[in-house]
């Protein structure tokens, strides 16, 4: 399982009573000829990583990580999403070696707030949107069978608090005048409570001509960023992560909260970001999802309008634009003493 001359890869997710995401990666695991581990038990699957003794562990946030860890080990965290939860700040342990970080904003509130360790690198899951070859692109949207005719929305929402109850009710009159990709979170498919979004959007995809459900199978966003024209998200990490590509971005503020949300609203607010949502300036906003046809169609006729705004947030948020933030991940652990 060499797959440089300098790292032997493993990879390893928890062990979950629904497999189909285990399934998934393992098959892409095989892909690469990377080994994955598992067991019978979570219980055993962690003493077998911990047994093994890495000398690098990587982790996307910090779970069972001091279990995981032994004295020798360097632990790196590279956080897996940076929209507008608070989870961002909570999830850090003192016993992680190198933290990456995707903007020098974020750097600096970082250190100030008192956190060390930190790596500046840019995001490192947008590397593939400036490397990923036209022919994936290209073959991507073959199988889609879009209608050339028509520009392409990207509807990409979280899983909670979403838009989907709303939105979805005006994604079939849109369909006609639009190809719509509606790409869903994975707890969509995956966890009993949300699994109601992958089961509207199946039936809906079935019974309307121009609207696609990416399969959960397709798991990389990254090719449906290239595709689309325009990106209709909420409260994800994908408005930021859209924003290189300098193309129109719709924020939809219209939520479906829990009963308790609803009764104690602050026990929402409270998990938010509120100074980044305040900040963020680069997308139209909606509050009403009737208005949805008419943003789309206002931002598609109007380009150049948010140009200067996209720049400035994609320069802020992300540092650099270059595909590159792996390879600084990487010097900066060749580097680590």
Not at 1 to 19: A, Q
Not at 56 to 64: A, C, R, S
Request: hydrophobic share 35%.
């Amino acid at each position: 399982m060499i797959l440089s001359e300098d790292f032997e890869i493993y990879v390893s997710m928890p062990k979950r009573n629904l497999t189909l995401q285990q399934s998934i990666l393992i098959k892409e695991c095989n892909k690469l000829s990377i080994q994955f581990i598992t067991a019978d038990s979570e219980v055993k699957r962690v003493e077998k990583i911990y047994n093994e003794a890495f000398d690098i562990i990587i982790v996307g946030n910090v779970g069972k990580l001091n279990n995981l860890v032994n004295d020798k080990t360097i632990a790196i965290m590279v956080y897996h999403g940076i929209g507008l939860k608070q989870s961002y700040y909570k999830d850090t342990n003192s016993r992680i070696n190198i933290r990456a970080v995707e903007s020098a904003a974020r750097f600096d509130e970082l250190k100030n707030d008192g956190h060390q360790n930190l790596l500046l690198t840019g995001y490192t899951k947008l590397d593939r949107l400036f490397t990923i070859p036209d022919k994936e692109i290209y073959s991507v949207k073959k199988n889609l069978q879009l209608d050339n005719s028509k520009k392409t929305v990207l509807y990409a929402p979280s899983f909670y608090p979403s838009s989907v109850e709303k939105i979805s009710t005006q994604l079939p009159l849109i369909s006609q005048y639009y190809n719509i990709i509606i790409k869903l979170h994975g707890f969509s498919w995956e966890q009993k409570r949300y699994e109601y979004q992958s089961i509207l959007f199946t039936k809906m995809a079935k019974e309307n001509q121009n609207i696609y459900l990416v399969p959960n199978e397709q798991f990389d966003i990254i090719p449906f960023y290239r595709i689309a024209d325009l990106l209709v998200s909420d409260i994800s990490s994908t408005m930021f992560e859209y924003l290189p590509l300098n193309r129109p971005i719709i924020q939809a503020e219209c939520y479906t909260l829990r009963l308790k949300h609803r009764i104690f609203p602050y026990r929402f607010w409270k998990r938010l970001d509120l100074k980044r949502w305040e900040d963020v300036d680069f997308v139209y906003k909606i509050s009403n999802p009737e208005n949805l046809f008419s943003r789309i169609y206002y931002a598609l006729d109007n380009l150049e309008e948010m140009t200067t705004f996209r720049e400035k947030a994609s320069q802020y948020y992300l540092y650099k634009n270059d595909g590159g933030a792996s390879r600084r991940l990487i010097k900066g652990l060749k580097d680590y003493k």
